[in-house]
């Protein structure tokens, strides 16, 4: 945002600030820094960054205000007298009815009357060309001046166009019409706020005037109007409309009701300065709901905790204080605050707190570490998860990602039985903005993964068909406690793979594909810190997202669930435009446990191991984890290991069987094995397996 350092000077001795290079020192003291200074004549133009929570520095007073108090200076009061007025009231003349006064706090009304047509003053008009604004008339460039001086946005209305001499605030009707200045007629919604005549809307408020009422050199008598608006409305209706104004950008973040006097004034001044004519006695102004005065406590222990330097005290606190225009009052060993209106973003001590600091000087602050007592360590315990979790998924050859916490809940109906098994809401209570950036995004996703495949797909459309990534997020629903927030949220690890295999510096030359089994590896990979992968139960999942048949579901052996990995379904590629074979998979980080079993070493068995083979014709839905499950519940004698050695489907067998072979590894540590024992043990397995599973030898 621009300003004028010529401009400044008028409210605060800008040479004794250090001029140019002492102005943007101080600014940068304050948060405010000046990018750039460009000479313009004899003035300077600095390029200011203001940021959003700080409206009250939009305009060359509240900027002054800034840097009078970083240096320590009085600001220069206002040198021009109030405007005479004569003739009938603008109470006699005119009147304004508020209809929403929580929206409109405050509505000010000056009228002026007798203009002749004419340009407004050099000094008026330079200054704002300086700035970048295109003089037109008198009436609108002495509103764009106290705009840009006062940070308080006007609107100059052509009183005798006017139906009824009368303004009324109130909200727009659905479907009412209105040609704003930019020559664009405008379809309002319900909630936009207007100021209308007897008749018709006449403004678009706190954005855009209208074209019917706006002042012409044809234009003798002005209204001027000033107000307050709700900052959220506001923003609504500008983003709705598409309708970024110099008016919009500042009623958005907060204007200082109490400027408003003052901008009316200003701009009365510099209107009969340049054109004559009278200004009508008295002042309109229309109160709505009042502001409450905010206060806030100020303690001295606090300051110095927060900061870390014993040197400040509340004496420097009070005056650094009322340097900003708070008001400050001394009570034992704290301040007990009265926080300024034009001040929206302050609101608690610690905000009170890094005003006082801005005023001291950050650079003045203490550099040490704070005394420790032990190791540092993570006061969240899922904070540790999620660290050790990516680290595993980096190890694992998978790349992080960020994605875009709000969705379309249409992108996450294909995983929603996934997302019924992990605790989230049904699309009916999943959390929406009210006023969202995207209208096509106004949910907070229930799961990461849509966006992870759409990272995935934005990766493969660039050439990037080999590809793994990972997001750690948060997931969200409406199904929690308001006494605990964070019980609206999830926390999960969602991670998807394309094209060959990931990489291992040991692997041979030959490459091959990514298959289920290496996205099945990936999350047990990602879970083995703190669970057993053998102790992992799988069980197949239906869900549209994923190919039927090609996805599964991880549950605890307390049989919580934990995650689940599958192949993208055809459908989900086509829709998100990705490469075949795509597995995916989300891991509920919540549901792990965080206690971690202490290591354990266990030596090898110096006595030799006897390995036997056991095949069987099974029905083909007979999930392996089943059949492991149990073999080991028979307890045979001495059993070590037992693994999945050979599965087969051919013509050879039934329709609906496959074949299974079995390896197990039987071990004394106290002796050495006998053959027949060990054929015992397996010829008591077959005969369990036949009669309880129905399998064929």
């Not at 003052?262 to 009042?290: E, K, N, Q, V």
């Not at 001394?330 to 973003?345: C, E, N, Q, T, Y």
Request: proline share 6%; charged share 30%.
């Amino acid at each position: 945002m621009k300003f004028s350092l010529e401009w400044l000077d008028e409210h605060v001795d800008v040479a004794a600030a250090g001029g140019v290079a002492g102005v943007r020192r101080l600014l940068e003291q304050a948060g405010l820094p000046a990018e750039s200074a460009a000479p313009s004549g004899a003035d300077t133009i600095l390029d200011v960054e203001i940021t959003p929570n700080r409206p009250d520095a939009m305009g060359h007073r509240g900027l002054a205000r800034e840097i009078a108090a970083m240096a320590g200076l009085a600001r220069r009061p206002p040198v021009a007298p109030p405007p005479p007025s004569s003739g009938e009231t603008a109470e006699r003349l005119t009147s304004v009815v508020n209809q929403v006064p929580r929206l409109c706090r405050r509505f000010g009304v000056r009228v002026l009357r007798g203009l002749a047509n004419g340009p407004a003053s050099e000094q008026v008009r330079s200054r704002l060309q300086r700035l970048g604004s295109k003089p037109i008339s008198s009436a609108v460039d002495a509103t764009n001046y106290a705009l840009w001086d006062t940070g308080q946005p006007l609107h100059a209305f052509d009183f005798d166009r006017l139906a009824g001499g009368l303004l009324i605030v109130r909200k727009a009707t659905r479907g009412e019409r209105l040609v704003t200045l930019d020559g664009v007629e405008r379809e309002l919604a319900a909630g936009d706020l207007v100021v209308a005549d007897a008749e018709r809307p006449v403004s678009l408020a706190g954005i855009m005037g209208g074209i019917d009422t706006a002042v012409t050199e044809r234009t003798r008598n002005v209204l001027l109007e000033a107000a307050w608006w709700d900052p959220v409305t506001i923003r609504r209706t500008s983003r709705r409309l598409g309708l970024h104004t110099d008016a919009s950008h500042r009623f958005e973040r907060g204007a200082d009701v109490e400027a408003i006097p003052g901008a009316l004034d200003l701009a009365a001044r510099l209107i009969l300065g340049a054109s004559g004519g009278t200004l009508a006695p008295g002042f309109l102004d229309a109160h709505g709901t009042p502001f409450r005065i905010r206060r806030a406590s100020l303690r001295l222990s606090r300051l110095r905790l927060v900061s870390g330097d014993e040197r400040l005290t509340l004496e420097f606190a009070e005056e650094a204080l009322g340097r900003l225009e708070f008001a400050p009052e001394r009570r034992g060993k704290h301040l007990a605050v009265s926080i300024p209106l034009f001040r929206p973003d302050v609101r608690r001590e610690d905000d009170l707190i890094e005003e006082v600091l801005r005023v001291y000087g950050y650079g003045q602050l203490p550099s040490r570490l704070p005394p420790a007592r032990g190791p540092g360590r993570y006061l969240e315990p899922l904070r540790e998860v999620e660290e050790r979790a990516a680290d595993a998924a980096v190890s694992a050859g998978l790349y992080e990602t960020v994605g875009f916490p709000f969705v379309d809940p249409v992108e996450e109906r294909p995983f929603d039985s996934w997302l019924a098994l992990s605790g989230a809401a049904a699309e009916r209570l999943r959390l929406a903005l009210a006023n969202p950036l995207d209208d096509g995004r106004r949910h907070l996703r229930a799961t990461l993964l849509p966006g992870l495949l759409d990272a995935l797909s934005r990766n493969a459309r660039h050439g990037q068909t080999d590809a793994g990534l990972f997001e750690i997020g948060r997931a969200f629903s409406q199904e929690g406690r308001p006494d605990a927030p964070e019980s609206f949220e999830s926390r999960r690890l969602a991670f998807a793979i394309c094209g060959e295999a990931r990489p291992q510096w040991s692997e041979a030359a030959g490459r091959r594909a990514a298959d289920f089994f290496d996205a099945k590896g990936i999350a047990e990979r990602l879970l083995d810190p703190w669970i057993d992968p053998a102790a992992l139960s799988w069980s197949p999942l239906d869900t549209d997202g994923f190919v039927a048949g090609a996805s599964a579901l991880a549950r605890s052996a307390s049989g919580s669930v934990l995650a689940v990995v599958g192949e993208v379904s055809a459908s989900e590629r086509e829709r998100r435009r990705l490469p075949e074979s795509v597995f995916a998979g989300e891991l509920l980080l919540g549901a792990i446990p965080v206690g971690i079993a202490p290591a354990t070493f266990r030596p090898y068995s110096e006595l030799p191991s006897i390995q036997a083979d056991l095949s069987f014709a099974q029905p083909r839905g007979l999930a392996w984890e089943k059949v492991e499950r149990f073999v080991r519940d028979q307890k045979l004698a001495n059993l070590e290991s037992l693994r999945l050695l050979d599965r087969y489907e051919g013509k050879a067998l039934a329709e609906g069987t496959v074949k299974t072979t079995l390896r197990l590894v039987f071990r004394s540590a106290e002796r050495t094995l006998e053959q027949d024992e060990v054929n015992r043990e397996i010829e008591r397995l077959g005969i369990a397996l036949r009669e309880k599973l129905r399998v064929t030898l």
